[in-house]
């Protein structure tokens, strides 16, 4: 394995201190910056798995029958071992952020070094963060949105390229742009729920469930997606990016991450307890800002679970609330759209007060376990783009992709679109185009990439 | 119903039966159960007038549309929307027989590329819809995704103007040999087996079919060519003697843990539509005693 690439260095003009980068070195990694030790740390991890465009490199496209004789990366272990016994674990959103660099790399990789160790060092063999099998569930996931965002640069490496001298493949952009809103909504969902492990009084049962459950479906409609638009631009089922998206299909059942193990999940939706109803009554201006949104920052101290439940609850309320505020068009018909799920929001409650009980193999119950799911995603949505609104400069409080995610959750549910919306798709496609031309990766953070 | 109700074969994998015909809500749907209890995708043909009495007696049309009765009011014309109602409740009937549960208790949605989905039941039972002049034609899968085309067999294609878009170039220059009425035959076998493989996608029109190619094995079976994937069946019927009906299955293993009723489970039938003279309709129970969602339910508006 060779880099062909030098590790990033702090700020041009920054004080460089060995492991430890300045402030300022954090906020050029990511929109959403995390604590200086843990970009650092991510981009360490990055450098140590190599060249992802090296065919020499073993981390790469490696057997899967010769992942247990790939060596561990230098420091990885210690992400998942808490400060008090020697290593980095403050929380799941940040343990998360630190492995992506091993998450976009290959599904397989990061479930062998991502997942499993902590469902080993939860059976007493090792050291384990707290609620290492939740975290285990919601890292799972949080692995096959990053490696499925590897695959929707690639693609939009290929439609930008192509685009600029062939303009029939510029139909390609809006394609491009619902998948990189669909994984963001995605990953709103899973930073969300690793945010609310960190509560305290226990976890918000729906919201991993949903993680579980949705997860894997919107990013199967991504993959597909995905799919025709690299065989209509050339890239056949034999080139390389076709190739990583079959890869992804054949880990799925290893990692957890089929349809098996969502019905485990769905089932989970329609009896946990954090339903609205359980919730506290809506306080105004509950949502908005509420810490459980807040990505990259601390969640702070003695948040209790319902908290969550209730950010949660209040978010798409809150949101349709927005209709009766002036603002540009995307952000007027973020609210409408808001305001037609709440609408759906309200007809859940009795079904699921009455399904709690009931059997969940019925096909009615497991539908209302579907339109939870999709609720609680528009939810986690709208929240993190409202509090995102508060750091200058960060796309995830734009309100297009926001708009584009609920737009499509709203379609999968069956509910029709409010009349007259704004398109927001060549807006969220120049954001990602830009992105992949500078390096940054297609998460929430806006994650700068080593390679 | 008559498996050989105007039924031919044109082409066919082994695994797949030929369609089969039912008449009505009342089926009878055990041959549906029994091909998909063998592992196979089945098929159901019917016309919309045969359903269309009992589309428009069923007191529980509203509830079986679910959310896609805002659609069926704004189709313009009657016919339109009789069509409309007619393949949703085949659709509805034909997936409810084969899991044995009311129909009522699905919920029928569409991902945003537009492909149905039985919400909430994901791999486990896929379902394809096609429908051309009165023939109404539904695929349904246990075992990977399905994917139904049909056409009539009167309709009129131009090879000059579809040869590109319809075509590879192997695949046109076969066809230009032959004589005029065979090419059109051909053209359109072709035409629905694609359609029928990209419903089966997910992709749909969105794929472009003069990229996707077809030939024969050394059995004579039709199989996709070229560096397309493989563990996909095809088969053509003539149905009901004036239509080509294609179909696509790709074969997966059926989700563990998701296995079809028991066939030694006590049996459901959808429940016949029944107006206000027959106090039976309401005698379906729901699968397992659960409520089904209620009048104020979402899924039944």
Known sequence: ?451 | MNRDDGVQTVDAAPEFPAPLHVAGPDGPWEPVREVLESGRPVLVHTTWGEWLTAALLDPELRLVLGRERQRYLHTPTPAGRFRFAVSRMVMRYTAAAVLQVPPRSLDLAHSPGGRPRLRGLGEELDVSLAHTDDLILVGVSATGPVGVDVEPLSRPVSFELLRDHVCTPEEGEALAVLPEAERALRLLNLWTLKEAYTKALGHGLRRRFATIAFGRDERGRTVLTGDEPGDWDFATHVVQGRYLASVAHHRAPRAAGAPLPDPGAPDWHPAPPTGPGNPDHHAAPSAGGAPGPGPESPGAR
């Open chain 1, 1 to 451: 394995m060779t880099l062909t690439r030098p590790a990033p260095v702090a700020a041009p003009g920054s004080p460089s201190v060995p492991g430890r980068p300045p402030r300022a070195a954090s906020r050029a990694y990511a929109e959403l910056p995390p604590t200086a030790d843990a970009a650092a740390r991510a981009l360490r991890l990055d450098a140590l798995l190599g060249d992802p465009d090296d065919a020499d490199n073993p981390y790469c496209r490696a057997d899967r029958g010769a992942l247990d004789d790939l060596p561990v990366p230098d420091g990885l272990r210690e992400e998942f071992v808490p400060p008090a016994a020697g290593g980095h674990f403050t929380s799941g959103e940040e343990l998360a952020r630190a492995l992506r660099p091993l998450f976009r790399r290959d599904l397989a990789l990061g479930q062998a070094w991502g997942v499993r160790p902590l469902l080993v060092a939860d059976d007493g063999s090792g050291c384990a963060p707290p609620r290492a099998v939740e975290l285990a569930a919601l890292l799972a996931p949080a692995a096959l949105t990053a490696v499925t965002g590897g695959v929707l640069r690639e693609a939009v490496r290929v439609v930008d390229a192509r685009g600029r001298h062939e303009p029939a493949v510029r139909q390609w952009h809006g394609t491009l742009a619902e998948c990189f809103a669909d994984l963001l909504a995605c990953e709103s969902l899973v930073a969300v729920a690793l945010r609310s492990l960190d509560a305290s009084g226990g976890t918000a049962p729906a919201l991993t469930a949903a993680v579980g459950y949705a997860v894997p479906q919107l990013v199967a409609d991504v993959r597909s997606a995905l799919d025709l638009v690299l065989h209509e631009t050339g890239c056949g089922p034999a080139s390389p990016q076709a190739r990583a998206l079959a890869r992804i299909a054949d880990d799925l059942t290893p990692a957890g991450l089929d349809w098996v193990a969502a019905t485990v999940d769905q089932a989970r939706l329609v009896r946990a307890r954090d339903t609205p109803e359980d919730a506290p009554p809506l306080r105004a201006g509950s949502a908005p800002g509420h810490p459980l949104f807040r990505l990259g920052r601390p969640l702070g101290e003695g948040l209790p679970a319902s908290g969550c439940a209730e950010a949660l609850a209040a978010a798409l309320p809150e949101a349709a609330a927005g209709i009766h505020v002036a603002g540009p068009p995307a952000q007027v018909a973020l609210a409408r759209t808001a305001r037609r799920l709440n609408t759906e929001l309200r007809t859940l409650r009795i079904p699921l007060l009455r399904a709690a009980h009931a059997d969940p193999a019925d096909p009615a119950v497991r539908a209302l376990a579907d339109r939870r799911a999709l609720l609680l995603l528009a939810a986690a949505v709208l929240g993190v783009r409202e509090a995102a609104t508060a750091v200058p400069g960060a796309y995830l409080g734009a309100p297009d992709w926001a708009l584009l995610a609920l737009a499509r959750a709203t379609q999968r549910l069956g509910v029709p679109l409010p009349p007259g919306l704004t398109d927001p798709r060549d807006d969220v496609w120049a954001v990602v185009a830009h992105r992949v031309r500078h390096h940054v990766d297609v998460d929430v953070y806006a994650t700068r990439m080593l390679w």
